[in-house]
């Protein structure tokens, strides 16, 4: 019913999820890290629904869920008590369908607009807090399910270089032609995130053993370096135009000064370093921050090594002992 109630609003790009009862629909939201737009039942098995309301409100800000609450209870008393375990929104059955229509879109719209923040600017990846939070609870994933988890940390080399040549402007097309370049291999189920300085990123792989995740890295490295970047330059040139005309008899040379665009483009090789780690929660129990530390160590590991080239920890362990 309530799948039905979304797919009238027009909501396409939703996945749309329908449980009844409370307890799964508790342990379903605990493993979805993007935002949520919730319909949420005051009579459900398992868990009631104001219940459900309370433990997603303690663990998401209200940013992060958007909780319509739907019931037959139509007291002031009861849409008070909705309210104060956090749900957004109160509708009374039966609703009124251009109303139920209209307040769905509005939760979508808040939600939309949540995940818009989240993004960068400039490269549509998160930004470093949103990663950070979505690195936490991959972490938190990984160890219920006793499932490899592993990070890239991604440099860009000499991106300081490219600034101070040909301007901050071209740097942002570098950045955003290297973020393009890294998703184009990156799964569905990946994340990356600025990090860092304004040239790193961090990318989330779950359920990725030190193996897979090196090759991954080395893959990147290649398809970043396969091509230079192309940035288009558009300058104006001052054109001088001659030509004779009659006046009174005698000729008269007139000169004429026009401007017109002058397209050049510029080829920029671009290279990254990359480092890699890997968490096997069913032998190790360290944290994210020191996941990510062992993730840098193996980065300066690239940038030591000369570069555009991808580094484990384990590499670079082995070669301490």
């Known amino acids: 019913m309530f799948e039905r109630w979304f797919e009238t609003c027009g909501l396409d790009d939703c996945n749309i999820i329908e449980i009844s009862n409370g307890e799964t629909a508790w342990r379903k939201i605990q493993t979805i890290i993007d935002p949520l737009l919730i319909l949420l039942d005051w009579t459900?098995?398992?868990?009631?629904?104001?219940?459900?309301?309370?433990?997603?409100?303690?663990?998401?800000?209200?940013?992060?869920?958007?909780?319509i609450f739907f019931s037959g209870r139509t007291s002031p008393e009861d849409e008070a008590l909705a309210l104060v375990a956090g749900a957004n929104d109160y509708?009374?059955?039966?609703?009124?369908?251009?109303?139920?229509?209209?307040?769905?879109?509005?939760?979508?719209?808040?939600?939309?607009?949540?995940?818009?923040?989240?993004?960068?600017?400039?490269?549509?990846?998160?930004?470093?807090?949103?990663?950070?939070?979505?690195?936490e609870m991959l972490m938190e994933r990984s160890k219920k399910m006793g499932r490899s988890l592993s990070i890239i940390l991604v440099d860009v080399d000499k991106f300081k270089?490219?600034?101070?040549?040909?301007?901050?402007?071209?740097g942002d097309e570098v950045l955003t032609t290297v973020t393009n370049r890294i998703r184009h291999i990156l799964k569905i189920t990946d994340e990356i995130g600025r990090y860092g300085r304004g040239d790193e990123f961090l990318i989330v792989v779950p359920h990725c053993d030190a193996k897979e995740i090196l090759g991954l890295g080395?893959?990147?490295?290649?398809?970043?370096?396969?091509?230079?970047?192309?940035i288009l330059k558009v300058t104006p040139e001052l054109m001088k135009q001659s030509e004779t005309e009659p006046t009174n008899g005698t000729t008269e040379e007139k000169t004429e000064t026009t401007e017109r665009k002058k397209i050049n483009v510029i080829e920029i090789k671009v290279t990254?370093?990359?480092?890699?780690?890997?968490?096997?929660?069913?032998?190790?129990?360290?944290?994210l921050k020191e996941l990510i530390e062992r993730a840098d160590q193996a980065l300066y590991g690239s940038k030591n090594g000369g570069r555009n080239r991808a580094t484990s920890f384990h590499t670079v362990r082995r070669k301490r002992m």
């Open 218 to 230: 080395k893959r990147i490295v290649q398809r970043v370096a396969k091509n230079p970047v192309h």
């Open 272 to 287: 990254v370093s990359v480092g890699v780690a890997t968490i096997d929660p069913t032998k190790d129990s360290f944290s």
């Open 161 to 170: 270089e490219v600034n101070d040549t040909y301007g901050h402007a071209t």
């Open 44 to 67: 459900l098995p398992g868990m009631d629904g104001i219940e459900l309301c309370k433990r997603i409100r303690a663990d998401r800000p209200r940013e992060f869920a958007y909780i």
């Open 91 to 135: 509708i009374r059955k039966p609703p009124e369908p251009n109303v139920l229509k209209a307040r769905i879109v509005n939760g979508y719209v808040d939600i939309k607009a949540t995940v818009k923040l989240l993004r960068d600017r400039l490269t549509g990846a998160w930004q470093k807090a949103e990663i950070e939070r979505r690195a």
